[in-house]
């Protein structure tokens, strides 16, 4: 005897047919061939189909700041004023982001600015555009452009701003609050790392390491991991929101230290 189909069964229906896997081919492909120039990676980036977030975004966000900077400020992605305007960290983030930076004793001038994922990724709540979290997709997706311009600015020390950029940097997952406060070596970033090669070239090495990966620089940069200023805009409590921000400026100031420490 045919078992009845549940209540439930039958007031689900038929399934819904399964949306198609976003394509999301990467950006290596619309890398340029000069792709040690920080502009011609610029221009190349707004033809970058690499993941599905270009679609609804207003247009490619890429970076801004002197193309020989001892620091690179990496952050998630571009906020709702940055997709609009075309730059990063434009927006009240960006404007704690110079506050910190000044107290910290860098002149926001003399740091160059990107984000992990160069599109805004959103969800529509009537006219508002709000910020929703780029999946590891996307991360891996447009790691190729953070690879070429880190590789083009040469930094001293690059700062991932929170648990996304420090992802994209270090290609593992983080925790900023256990693992801020000090200056990581890309000994401590894995395989998925754009940055992480394999033993150190001292200059003699002309091929790829006994595990595959390309010789590291002795010149690649260190990396200090803190919270995206964004972070602190969400903290109500005036006592927590000012801890929060000096802990920031401590960490950029043992960035700035980490920097200057490696030209001499």
């Known amino acids: 005897m045919r078992r009845a189909r549940s209540s439930a069964a039958a007031h689900r229906g038929p399934m819904s047919p399964r949306r198609p896997a976003p394509d999301r081919p ?150 900023v609050t256990a693992e801020r406060g000090r200056v990581l070596d890309l000994d401590d970033a894995e395989a998925a790392s754009p940055f992480a090669g394999g033993a150190p070239d001292d200059g003699t090495s002309s091929g790829a390491s006994d595990d595959g990966r390309p010789p590291r620089s002795v010149h690649a940069p260190r990396v200090v991991l803190t919270t995206h200023p964004s972070a602190l805009l969400r903290v109500r409590d005036r006592g927590e929101r000012d801890a929060a921000f000096a802990a920031l400026v401590d960490d950029l100031r043992l960035a700035g230290d980490a920097a200057a420490a490696r030209s001499t």
């Open 26 to 175: 990467g950006a290596q492909e619309w890398l340029p061939r000069d792709a040690a120039d920080v502009d011609a990676l610029a221009r190349a980036a707004h033809a970058c189909r690499g993941c599905e977030l270009w679609a609804d975004a207003t247009q490619v966000v890429f970076s801004r700041g002197p193309q020989d900077a001892p620091l690179v400020l990496v952050g998630e992605q571009p906020g709702d004023h940055e997709d609009r305007e075309g730059e990063p960290f434009v927006g009240p983030a960006g404007r704690l982001l110079d506050d910190a930076l000044d107290a910290a004793g860098l002149p926001a001038e003399g740091v160059y600015l990107t984000n992990a994922v160069k599109h805004f990724r959103f969800e529509e709540r009537g006219a508002r555009r709000l910020h929703k979290t780029p999946d590891v997709a996307h991360v891996r997706a447009c790691l190729p452009w953070l690879a070429a311009e880190v590789a083009a600015v040469a930094p001293r020390v690059v700062v991932a701003l929170g648990a996304t950029a420090g992802r994209a940097v270090l290609g593992r997952p983080v925790r």
